[in-house]
């Protein structure tokens, strides 16, 4: 991420906090505050640019819930993710598609987002801060570490993470992070700035969608839904028509990183990370078209989130085609982030 540097900057960090009796973790420079709730998913509910005065994360209308306080009239449902779902960045394991694995049942989006996570403060200096979180689902026999740190002179951070196998038997998953983002960062519009290679929009999605499904195109000049050329890597301003639609980005290098880069305010936030691990990008837009549930006509997102792979309707398929991330018994497997605010346009 692109830098500034003032020498007589300082970290701060502090748990002190809750948010609706979950617990909350503030990271912050002289740039950037970085709000974690710890309590409920690890989430990443804010990150504010402070020269700027701009939070990038999505935030819905909804706000944010204590699941242990607000209680659905039907709680086994597959779908508890959305119901709780105020926006900000999520950690999804072990799963998307709600489903039975191997007679475990899982709902959408997996365990981790909706349980509390264990926290550690384990560096506190006026140059560097870090913050170590972990968590043990209850349903699926894995274990998730990531250390997320800042420096003084940073306009973002640096996410390590462990996801360990703890059983006596392989185990396939779905891992990604779901990272949104909203008004009013998005309000003139924005470009989408990435490595990817290929491009291909989501057969499942409503009529209300943007782009043709079925066919993968080159990056970024694909079709869209009515045959015509369309350059995906623009997302038009608040005040074009509504649609929704998803899409997934492969073909990625070793070295996986986009940005999301708004030429009106001539700022952006961008992300790196593994493709190896996570090798498609999920290309997520809500912008006021559904009607019904979960949206009600009243959401206006864009998600921009890397995945082991991508959503699939029929899981045990795309498990026996090896489309799913295998982890062997025992086996830890090691991935690291970086996202953060851009404050020149990036050359990608």
Not at 179 to 200: E, M, S, W
Not at 291 to 317: C, F, K, N
């Amino acid at each position: 991420m692109s830098r500034l540097r003032f020498p007589t900057g300082k970290c701060r960090i502090s748990d002190d906090w809750s948010y609706k009796d979950m617990p909350v973790v503030y990271m912050e420079n002289d740039y950037i505050k970085v709000g974690i709730l710890v309590g409920r998913g690890s989430d990443i509910f804010e990150f504010i640019y402070k020269p700027a005065s701009l939070d990038f994360m999505l935030r819905l209308n909804k706000g944010i819930r204590n699941p242990n306080q607000d209680f659905t009239q039907v709680r086994g449902t597959s779908n508890q993710f959305e119901d709780y779902y105020y926006g900000g960045w999520q950690e999804a394991l072990p799963n998307s598609p709600g489903f039975n694995y191997r007679g475990a049942s899982l709902g959408q989006h997996g365990e981790i987002a909706m349980i509390p996570w264990k926290h550690a403060i384990v560096e506190n200096t006026d140059q560097r801060i870090a913050l170590k979180l972990w968590v043990r689902p209850l349903r699926v026999p894995v274990y998730l570490e990531k250390t997320i740190s800042m420096e003084y002179d940073s306009q973002g951070i640096h996410i390590s993470e462990r996801l360990v196998n703890e059983s006596r038997t392989d185990l396939d998953i779905m891992w990604g992070h779901h990272i949104a983002f909203g008004l009013p960062f998005l309000d003139q519009g924005a470009r989408v700035l990435t490595n990817a290679k290929h491009f291909k929009a989501e057969l499942a999605m409503p009529d209300h969608r943007r782009f043709k499904p079925g066919k993968e195109y080159n990056w970024p000049n694909v079709m869209d839904k009515h045959n015509k050329p369309d350059d995906a890597s623009q997302i038009p301003a608040y005040s074009a028509s509504p649609y929704s639609d998803l899409a997934y980005l492969s073909g990625y290098p070793k070295d996986a990183k986009y940005a999301l880069w708004s030429e009106q305010e001539q700022i952006g936030f961008g992300v790196e990370w593994d493709a190896r691990v996570f090798s498609h990008l999920w290309y997520w837009q809500e912008r006021y078209a559904t009607q019904d549930s979960p949206w009600w006509g009243d959401a206006y997102a864009v998600g921009l989130e890397p995945w082991t792979s991508a959503w699939t309707s029929e899981p045990d398929q795309a498990i026996k085609r090896g489309e799913w991330l295998n982890i062997k018994a025992g086996v830890a497997l090691d991935t690291q982030l970086l996202a953060g605010v851009v404050t020149s346009e990036p050359d990608i």
